[in-house]
């Protein structure tokens, strides 16, 4: 029964996988001439490190992970890898509070897009989508299963989460300003959306339907733009 779990969370990962090699993995050409500081060595170490670390995550879950299969994949003994982080979930929250540092930046990118400015609803859909039925919702599923019986791992899991949700909550609710909606409307469609979407990305982990969740998400945003929620409020969280 073991076996077959771990090869189904294998295959339903490959996708993701794939998604995350051209994202994360690309290494920029060194110039030549200049030689590496430690701290830039460094760096670089830890970066290959967290990125091993996430595939790891995505192919194993929380559980499955070790130190040693990190190591190994990163290139780097597992001595190697203690001097950057002394345990698992030291390195497994560095890993997960980077990946949303990364979608903080994606975020930001598009919610200052022209497409924002038109349509700041849809745009704010581009981007939980590329969080809620992608690889870093995935990555933070597998650690806030552990983290829910772990609070010392729950601590440090919900000090990036709030910090990211805070940051784009910010981001967005500037977006929609200036495309001209209000505060209070701004509000109940982000939250609404976020949690219709934080939905959809649940029951992605077992069956996956992009074609219907975006089917209904264009009808959502039809009805919200055409003003059906208009004068509607909730807080924020």
């Known amino acids: 029964m073991q076996k077959m779990r771990r090869i189904s969370r294998s295959d339903s990962a490959a996708v993701l996988l794939r998604q995350r090699e051209n994202a994360v993995h690309a290494v920029p050409p060194r110039r030549k001439g200049i030689r ?60 997960t509070e980077q990946v949303y540092d990364r979608c903080i930046e994606n975020g930001k990118k598009i919610a200052s897009s022209e497409k924002a400015k038109k349509h700041p609803l849809q745009a704010y859909i581009d981007d939980c989508l ?64 976020l949690n219709m979407i934080r939905g959809m990305g649940i029951n992605s982990l077992w069956q996956k339907d992009l074609p219907h969740y975006k089917k209904l998400l264009r009808e959502w945003a039809t009805v919200a733009e055409a003003g059906a929620f208009d004068g509607r409020h909730c807080e924020l969280h």
């Open 36 to 95: 590496r500081t430690q701290e830039s060595r460094s760096r670089a170490a830890r970066e290959r490190l967290l990125n091993a670390t996430i595939d790891v995550l995505i192919d194993r879950g929380y559980n499955g992970l070790t130190t040693k299969e990190v190591s190994v994949r990163a290139g780097f003994s597992n001595g190697a890898l203690v001097h950057h982080y002394r345990t698992k979930a030291e390195l497994v929250i560095a890993a």
């Open 130 to 193: 590329h969080v809620y039925l992608g690889w870093p919702f995935l990555a933070a599923v597998e650690v806030l299963v552990p983290a829910r019986t772990d609070q010392t791992l729950m601590v440090q899991v919900n000090k990036f989460m709030q910090h990211y949700r805070r940051t784009m909550n910010g981001t967005w609710l500037a977006a929609f300003a200036r495309a001209g909606i209000s505060h209070g409307d701004a509000s109940f469609l982000m939250m609404t959306t």
